[in-house]
């Protein structure tokens, strides 16, 4: 297996020429075009790929668990086999440091294990059987048998941040893969080159594995046609996407307006409110501002979960982190930014803030020499301000946060009560602030997916008891998460057996439990402990 | 408590007078309207309902799941107290006879104390654990914890069908009370006397077990403001809905224009297929068209699982089939409808077919002698004309039924493939029909939530592995339940707790399990058998 980019949109198991507009990968770091060009997919090559994924997914949602944890772990092989190619095009395409490329690498394969993992446990079947009761009064019970299956055809939409994890095979695949969904991918226009070296690593193993070929594609587009043409189709039956808010409400809005509405897990936009409570920043300011600003700075500041909102109560132990954090920032280097878009975003959501009469500039990191990269930014607002202007609230995706100055703890949690739903929600709290971060809680409960203590948000750990997600419009659907074994549910759906022969039974179902998961038999759980 | 009927209202611990326009409830067995009208409730009761609801809501959330457990078998026991009253109201409202109304009161009974064995046994929280392992290299993992929370507020709007089951204080009310949501029902136009008495059953059982006032709410009224205005409160935070296609869908559109938009779970339209497979019904011809038409007429025909299409093989097993169910239909009782509306509607519906130059009318029953009664039809068309006709394939709520003639097996199979989702699909088979079942199977499995083998669809078993669901339109969200204890999950969302210290972490995350509930711990699952 080469590292070889060609330019070419994967089918099934062929690769193909679009036919329309091409687009054209950017190297952020000099402004300049990298070569091939990806020519877009058409309506055709949309509606091919959806046919080869609805063809494959009675064959692919009955293989057994185990083959699909074979499966994963040959993408996860495949992947590794591309070697230093694929890391290299990656660099070229996101402007992202080597290191941090190859432990997106690392993530990924790690990520395609776990849910080998989980598929062999089985329990993500939530097998339940309510044995006959044929003797019961006044009615006797059928036998009533229940699994989870497999919800259809779905279509991936990359992130730009995570050109590895959270892209062709990152997350959202990986998941909808275990759960027996055929999935086609519509790689994201600022790494076609790492999203073709990825698809191809997909598609040898499917092969290798002799699944059906429609298991998976890959698709380019340089509109929304392709998107749209996707999430239309009457055979994808969910969708899985990061990006913006507009972006994913778009899905959104085109999934709810077919004949036949399907699920869209969009994850969009968080500005990750971090609270500084009373004896943590007193003890601590200066270690605090510095482990802030290294958290903002971190792949400049682009992450779903950069601490953009900062609350404290005004006093002189805010202002020793202020000062602590500006003076890091200060001195920390620009860095390129993903795309030139994402760079002028960053640009012009930080003038935004720079001209608003109510947030004043503490600090700006060094400019850069490249021509796409983001320098820091800090500034500084109070809780009537933010209250009084919503846009102060608005995510910038980027090194850029706000300090909110608030009166008392009952400020910060107005405040924090305006806010829209998050990803995440942090609180530095000593021993003497248990009562004060008691009161937040359940504030913070409902607006976010996950809550730290006395650490930073960004770092998502892949695990069984992660959420990457919460209430809108961090995502579209709060009640599920797209990183974590707990991912897999977005793609499953319950159906009940009731008086089935046993020869006909899916095998999760049979008397004998030939797969051994564990089940739930009449209320009482049985089998092997998950895990 | 008796069982008195007031016209009122109940908002938290209050009893309320609307100010709009009045409903009052008719005997459909008489035509006759029934004391008292009901004004309806305007924008400020729906505000003021919603508003009690969210300031209870971080207060019963946090209930302990023995708390919880507790109160709902309060409600069935207030729900009993109400005597032969509850049951004399709801004959009256509902047309429906005692026999019927007194198993299902059993069966509001019998879910609300499942759910409460579900509460005490804790596995619905899904509390995960993965620990911290500050040793790993490169980097050390957190401490993280995850469980379900209740999702906020609910709005339950009852079915005409099912007037205690489906209603107040039905499945949707009891799995969202159970998952900690507070719920504001819209009551049944077709019978507020008996939402107001099973809505003073929960009223009371709020008060006697301390429980905050917001934690229940019961609203009237006669247009759709009071339902649109509920679903569009931004303290409302999911919807429960049994009822039309247009009316589901109309709740859909409403939840998603919101500037939040909230999951709806409408359970909606479904036609409900059957199969008489070859062996079958050769074997048992006379003996399937008799149990197919008990459980057409059951009910008036007024169940969601109705089995309103019928597929089988032309020839002179389906003849023999034919003529026994149309001999039963034929001396059948006609029987009371729910409401003059749905009467209207059905008659509207059986004409439409009558007039449908692809349908013949095999039989229709006896007529009846009230102003409401149905009586039951049955009509014939074959394989490709309901290809053509997709009217052929709309539900008609009440006893009538399609059968379809197919020529061979594969046009079955083509046919079912072309229906829009189910909540059923019933094959009847004997051992000879296996391989036939077998090919059918996987089309049945995307298209219903629910697969009967030789049975009927009416009746639906309440227990752990029951689905009633299915893919759109039979219901707006495939990946759920409205029966069983599965839905419970519809009102939660996981939440992660990233080291927080132990004394802030809610009870089931907790290191010494205070709650005793069943954990995922490191991957392994810990504590007590579930049930």
């Known amino acids: 297996m080469t590292a070889e980019v060609t330019g070419l949109m994967l089918i099934g198991a062929a690769a193909v020429r679009g036919s329309r507009g091409a687009i054209c990968a950017v190297d952020p770091s000099s402004g300049e075009e990298l070569q091939p060009a990806f020519p877009g997919g058409s309506a055709d090559d949309v509606a091919r790929a959806c046919a080869l994924a609805w063809a494959a997914f009675d064959t692919y949602r009955e293989t057994a668990p185990e083959a699909r944890a074979r499966f994963l772990e040959a993408v996860a092989e495949a992947l590794l086999g591309l070697g230093d190619g694929l890391i290299g095009r990656a660099m070229a395409e996101s402007g992202l440091p080597r290191g941090r490329l190859e432990g997106e690498r690392g993530r990924t394969v790690g990520q395609l294990h776990l849910f080998a993992r989980l598929l062999r446990e089985g329990a993500f079947i939530e097998a339940r059987i309510d044995p006959a009761l044929p003797e019961r009064q006044p009615l ?24 590895l994890a959270f892209s062709v095979a990152g997350g959202d695949t990986a998941s909808a893969l275990a759960a027996g969904c055929p999935v086609v991918v519509k790689g994201h226009s600022a790494h076609p080159g790492t999203s073709e070296l990825v698809g191809r690593a997909v598609q040898q193993a499917v092969a290798a594995c002799g699944l ?34 507009r972006g994913g409400l778009a899905l959104v809005a085109a999934a709810q307006a077919r004949p036949e509405p399907i699920p869209v ?43 953009g909102l900062v609350f404290a109560l005004a006093g002189s132990d805010l202002d020793r982190f202020v000062a602590a954090a500006a003076a890091v920032l200060q001195s920390s280097a620009a860095a390129t930014m993903l795309t030139p878009g994402i760079h002028a975003a960053y640009e012009a959501g930080v003038a935004h803030l720079e001209g608003n009469a109510h947030a004043r500039t503490l600090a700006r990191g060094g400019k850069g020499a490249g021509p796409h990269q983001g320098c820091a930014a ?154």
């Open 140 to 163: 006797p019970r059928a036998d009533l048998r229940q699994r989870h299956i497999a919800l259809g055809p779905v279509a991936v939409f990359g992130a730009s941040n995570f050109p």
């Open 212 to 245: 059906p070929e429609g298991v998976f594609s890959l698709l380019f587009g340089s509109g929304s046609e392709v998107g749209i043409a996707l999430v239309t189709d009457p055979r994808i039956k969910a969708v899985g996407f990061t990006g913006s808010r």
């Open 378 to 531: 800090l500034f500084m607002t109070d809780a009537a301000a933010l209250a009084a202007d919503p846009a102060l609230t608005e995510e910038v995706f980027g090194a850029a946060s706000l300090v909110v100055r608030c009166r008392d703890l009952d400020e910060v949690r107005a405040a924090i009560e305006q806010l829209e739903g998050q990803l995440t929600a942090t609180l530095h709290a000593d021993d003497a602030d248990q009562g004060a971060a008691r009161a937040l809680l359940p504030t913070l409960e409902r607006k976010a997916g996950r809550i730290l203590f006395n650490g930073w948000p960004t770092g998502v750990e892949v695990c069984d008891a992660m959420v990457h997600g919460g209430p809108f419009p961090a995502t579209s659907d709060s009640r599920t998460t797209s990183v974590g074994t707990l991912a897999i549910r977005r793609f499953l759906r319950p159906v009940c057996y009731q008086d089935v022969p046993d020869a006909l039974l899916p095998d999760a179902l049979k008397r004998a439990n030939p797969l051994g998961v564990p089940r739930r038999m009449d209320g009482a759980f049985q089998g092997a402990a998950p895990g």
């Open 265 to 307: 897990y969009a994850e969009m936009a968080s500005i990750n409110p971090v609270v500084l409570l009373p004896a943590a920043l007193a003890a601590r300011a200066e270690a605090l501002g510095r482990d802030f600003v290294g958290s903002l700075t971190l792949g400049a500041g682009q992450f779903c979960t950069n601490p």
